[in-house]
């Protein structure tokens, strides 16, 4: 096969090794960034005049095909909510409807400029093949729930093994699987203990909620007398391999517990402050060294993936729920939402910011537009005033997804037309 | 002159008499809702397939011309940020930059679904000529600050009525003129008595920031002995007629002088988050039937004058500040950013809903969009799903500002350089 190379010229770039310059892309990667780059034999040029060129963003947590769910039902208890509501519809699941909330996703992201996610949920083979033809990178993990049922466990590892052979590193590695213990009170000890085992045997991620709310501190707490990271860790779940998803009420020792073992975390301001959930003190875990990324969760209790505007969630609810507006600043955020959500999911050295020998996922935002205007400080606009529609060119494994938002991997039209009879026919079974 | 009638058919109506239906418009007004309008003898038929039409959205209180200082700075405590960065280029304003900064905070609001907003700021004949040539509806007000000094108070209420004699009631109507006392804190009693005595003679609004931060609430108390709203009712400044902005800091007492005066108030989230100057305690204030509605303040404390993402703010803010999801429903939401808008401004007879005999100041919204998807419930989707880029049609006035995301009534390029010019010339004197 003969190398395909795109070059982006006239950037002004955020997260990257300088400020401005050209970017040279050769297949999955970036082999050159500087001004004096050869331009014959270039398979395609790409003028970023007038563009912000960054790390496409990374979504630590997220259940992709929750999306069929958006809007079902908002402003509810948690407890109503789930399970009037969303229990109810994810009893009609199966892999065709997974499949079309995952593409509808997709298209999302690809449109709001996020490249890399860490998605949890079910028939995640019929996920995989979303995030395969979306051109996306992605890991996948089956949500894992025992309640202590051994039976339940014991299909739950095996559903989990079947998606690691089945699609891990698939889809020119754009695809990985982790195992996913849906949280320490849905999950029994036997079913936590065993993930790590396996994780250690496997080599896999693992991708987990802890400490989402208060009423799941004292689930744990009377169950095991323990609050959740202490829990976690007594049991050995915790290691630098563990994204753990929320993490809103912690205690000062499970902050070091968090430190100590290096676990990572995926902040989702939106959800978390829709549900109700509680402020994590995300400033507090960052300044300690804790690696802190950020999330959109599922649709539904968002309600979209647009990480632009949680950027902007993220900084302000830091910002007033400690009452100094110095915290979570634009540069902080932006790492969040690029670097730090490449370390979080084990990527760090091939995403999260714009360098030779990285791979190619890349976004172009358009900054001549009346709300990013006067352009002075991209930082600044890009987390306080740009949304997801601001990006223009999506770029993944050095494939363009979007160019001048029109979504060239998968059919967009035809996908919400999918998407919305999918949700209409699960509404009727309902 | 010949009557101009525009229908809008099959829409799916928010905010309106019916949900569904199609609207006639002669002129300036709404004249017919129903499925039966006659079609022959229409100037302009739009449809409204797959579109929410709704009431163009009201912003009660913002700084059009602050646009221009959009991204100046951010993440700073307020009094650096005032004083290192916002006061010393304010002390290069002149009515070219108003007027510069105006036009592109108007194309903005056009393209966001704004129609109607309540603006204070200084150089206001110049922001009325800008708000005339963009076809919007807005009150005008002067910044009054004297901080005890007679002669500028003299200066102030000459300004706020050349600003009255040369403006109110202009542009076909679509420009009034309030009062802008700036505040309790930065105005003396004088001033504002005689702003009372003014407002009623002359029969004109008054707009003033209230309440906005803790220290505000503590200079006025050092001051007059009393918190800002017990001070401004002693003094006899409070009536329907008064839109106070903020109203962070209220004591029970205060809500209810709020509520007996029937003050109208404008919560500014994206602000009072950024900022930190706190949480407003707006559901409890709905609750006691107080008129709260929505505004985006300036662009430099927000940075953008997205009412659709306001709209998110608000609605997220009180859930996770009064850790209950319940609070501020999408309704609730949608109502403050409509009626309660219109009703705040004293326009409650003229827009906010689309109702016969209103003025034709109307907005659709496309819905064919991954992240709307799937439609099923407007209201849900419109508040936590929706971001201003989703406007496709602004109509003000019965005129059609934009259309398929073109905006027809000023030149929208020209108006982002001369304002990215203005804003340059405005720091290089810095």
């Not at 997709?106 to 079910?122: A, L, P, Q, W």
């Not at 729930?145 to 889809?171: N, T």
């Not at 509680?278 to 979209?304: F, H, R, Y």
Request: charged share 25%; glycine share 8%; aromatic share 4%.
């Amino acid at each position: 096969m003969e190398n395909q190379t795109i070059l982006i010229k006239n950037a002004q770039i955020l997260g990257g090794t300088v400020n401005n310059g050209s970017v040279l892309i050769e297949n999955d990667k970036i082999i050159e960034i500087n001004d004096k780059i050869d331009f014959s034999h270039i398979d395609k040029v790409i003028d970023a005049e007038n563009k912000i060129l960054m790390p496409g963003m990374v979504n630590t947590h997220t259940h992709l095909s929750m999306s069929l769910l958006r809007g079902l039902a908002d402003d509810l208890p948690l407890d109503t909510w789930l399970n009037e509501h969303i229990w109810p519809m994810e009893a009609h699941l199966n892999g065709d409807y997974c499949y079309a909330g995952a593409l509808l996703a997709c298209v999302e992201m690809i449109k709001s400029g996020t490249t890399t996610f860490n998605d949890m949920y079910f028939f995640m083979d019929y996920v995989a093949r979303a995030v395969d033809e979306s051109g996306l990178r992605g890991i996948l993990s089956h949500g894992m729930i025992d309640l202590g049922d051994e039976e339940k466990r014991k299909a739950e590892f095996k559903e989990s093994k079947r998606l690691i052979e089945k699609c891990h590193d698939s889809a020119e590695g754009r695809i990985t699987v982790a195992f996913g213990p849906h949280s320490p009170y849905t999950c029994s000890k036997e079913l936590l203990k065993g993930v790590r085992k396996e994780a250690n045997k496997y080599g896999n991620h693992i991708h987990i909620h802890v400490a989402e709310t208060e009423y799941e501190v004292q689930q744990v707490m009377g169950a095991h007398g323990k609050r959740p990271f202490e829990y976690l860790d007594e049991i050995g779940l915790l290691g630098e391999d563990v994204l753990a998803a929320h993490a809103v009420h912690l205690s000062p020792a499970e902050i070091e517990i968090v430190k100590k073992r290096g676990v990572k975390l995926s902040h989702n301001p939106a959800s978390n402050m829709k549900l109700a959930s509680g402020v994590s003190p995300v400033q507090e875990m960052l300044k300690k060294g804790i690696c802190v990324s950020l999330g959109t969760d599922g649709a539904a209790s968002n309600n979209n993936l647009d990480m632009l505007e949680e950027m902007k969630l993220a900084a302000l609810l830091q910002k007033i729920h400690n009452m100094d507006p110095t915290y979570l600043t634009a540069q902080q955020t932006f790492e969040m939402t690029t670097i730090n959500g490449a370390h979080a999911l084990g990527m760090k050295t091939d995403i999260g910011t714009i360098e030779v020998g990285k791979k190619a996922d890349l976004i172009l935002l358009d900054t001549k537009a009346p709300h990013l205007t006067p352009f002075r400080h991209p930082l600044s606009h890009l987390v306080y005033s740009a949304r997801g529609s601001d990006v223009n060119t999506t770029i993944c494994n050095g494939n363009i997804l979007m160019e001048n938002r029109e979504v060239l991997s998968i059919p967009e039209a035809q996908i919400i037309e999918m998407a919305q009879n999918a949700a209409g026919e699960m509404l009727s079974k309902n």
